[in-house]
């Protein structure tokens, strides 16, 4: 079964995985399918039912990230964010981890109540508690990577060699190609976004 993990980057910015949650079902997706069926129902439906975002995301992810982007909910915006491979600032553990729990509180009528099942509370609760109790300075960001299915996470901090075969350890400011944003999060509760390529290291 696929797991989700957490990840530290420290101030040279190489990653390591932190910890690993089993059955990465129980975040990410739940996080989308809640958000979607509250921002963008009707796109859901078909008819033969209402559909699963997971199985259209191509399609669906950019109609509701533009939703998500204007929303005035900073719980939604965090969760969807952490959801997608996003760069958080370690200094913002605190108010992070607190919108998590929000999340669960606010968004219970959704996705056939799924988050008012214990167990995915629990999940939920249990990365929250670890994001809240990251070393900030040791480590002054991190990333969830929602499963374990793909390797896109290890790739920013890594490669395999050809000629040796070995693994190389690499720093996330070596990429020379966009793959994440730091999400920086304003005295407002506004968000703004900074490419791996634009940001200063």
Same mark, same amino acid.
């Given at each position: 079964m696929?797991?989700s993990s957490?990840?530290l980057?420290?101030k040279?910015y190489?990653g390591y995985?932190?910890k690993e949650?089993?059955n990465?079902?129980l975040f990410?997706?739940?996080i989308?399918?809640?958000l979607?069926e %509250?921002?963008i129902?009707n #796109?859901?439906?078909? +008819?033969?039912g209402?559909?699963?975002i997971?199985? /259209?995301?191509? &399609?669906l992810f950019?109609v509701?990230?533009?939703k998500?982007?204007?929303?005035e909910y900073l ?5 969807w964010e952490?959801?997608?491979?996003q760069t958080?600032y370690a200094k913002d ?9 929000l999340f669960?509180?606010k968004?219970?009528?959704y996705?056939?109540?799924?988050l008012s %099942?214990?167990?995915?509370? #629990?999940?939920?609760n +249990? ?5 809240e109790?990251? /070393?900030?300075n &040791?480590?002054p960001?991190?990333v969830f ?16 060699d050809e000629?040796?075969d070995?693994?190389?350890e690499?720093s996330?400011?070596?990429m ?14 506004t968000?703004?976004f900074?490419s ?6």
């Amino acid at each position: 079964m696929s797991y989700s993990s957490l990840w530290l980057i420290d101030k040279e910015y190489k990653g390591y995985e932190e910890k690993e949650y089993k059955n990465s079902w129980l975040f990410a997706p739940i996080i989308w399918e809640v958000l979607a069926e %509250k921002y963008i129902h009707n #796109e859901l439906i078909t +008819e033969w039912g209402t559909k699963s975002i997971v199985m /259209d995301s191509g &399609k669906l992810f950019p109609v509701l990230n533009k939703k998500i982007n204007s929303s005035e909910y900073l719980f939604d915006r965090i969760c969807w964010e952490l959801s997608n491979l996003q760069t958080f600032y370690a200094k913002d553990k605190v108010l992070v981890a607190e919108q998590i729990r929000l999340f669960t509180i606010k968004n219970t009528k959704y996705y056939n109540d799924a988050l008012s %099942k214990e167990h995915v509370i #629990e999940r939920f609760n +249990e990365i929250a508690d670890d994001i809240e109790s990251i /070393d900030e300075n &040791k480590f002054p960001f991190f990333v969830f990577k929602g499963t374990s299915v793909d390797d896109n996470v290890e790739y920013w901090f890594g490669h395999c060699d050809e000629e040796t075969d070995e693994w190389v350890e690499t720093s996330l400011k070596d990429m020379d190609n966009h793959i994440t944003e730091f999400v920086l999060i304003k005295e407002d509760n506004t968000i703004e976004f900074i490419s791996n390529l634009n940001f200063k290291y």
